[in-house]
């Protein structure tokens, strides 16, 4: 064929095989109106790690959150409930802003409102009760930290009436390893 193409045959290229690793825990937050958790907080202190490693990946999030709370004053409003927010951001921040009026300053990979009414219609404890919202996520990503100061983090911010006697949550994140 004498308007052909030469190929070249291909060369076997041997690629790294990526490294995985599962980060577990299971906290108790004390309850406020603004809470931040630093999701990666327990694996760098287990691990002896001071620095983050640069380019780790944050490929998948579970994370079921279990928040027991009262009302003040006690009566029922539709705009009570937790907002639940996931992002990166520096590990060095003195205090984080509220995501209910900064929804655009962060690249949040979840932002959830958690709603009392849905504890209200799964099982109504009354109004001097003790209510409880739960909720699972799956999140999966692939955020790349790049800073060696960034980390994950969780921020509950209580909205209307609704005050959070008592805060606990599991986590298991899978990353992708350097």
């Not at 690629?15 to 906290?27: G, H, I, L, P, Q």
């Not at 380019?55 to 937790?82: C, E, M, N, Q």
């Amino acid at each position: 064929m004498p308007y052909g193409r030469y190929r070249r045959s291909r060369m076997a290229v041997r690629r790294r095989r990526a490294r995985y690793m599962w980060v577990r825990s299971n906290e108790v937050v004390v309850p406020g109106t603004n809470m931040s958790v630093d999701l990666m907080a327990n694996w760098r202190s287990n691990a002896g790690v001071t620095i983050q490693f640069p380019d780790l990946v944050i490929w998948r999030l579970h994370i079921k959150i279990s928040i027991r709370f009262t009302y003040s004053p006690a009566t029922y409003s539709a705009a009570s409930g937790v907002l639940c927010a996931i992002f990166v951001a520096d590990q060095n921040v003195g205090a984080l802003l509220n995501p209910l009026t900064n929804q655009y300053t962060e690249q949040y990979m979840m932002w959830d409102m958690l709603y009392s009414a849905e504890q209200e219609v799964a099982s109504d404890p009354g109004v001097t009760g003790q209510p409880v919202i739960y909720h699972e996520y799956d999140i999966k990503t692939h955020r790349r930290l790049r800073n060696i100061n960034e980390t994950l983090w969780l921020q509950l911010y209580s909205q209307g009436n609704v005050v959070p006697a008592e805060v606990n949550f599991t986590q298991s994140a899978l990353y992708r390893l350097p």
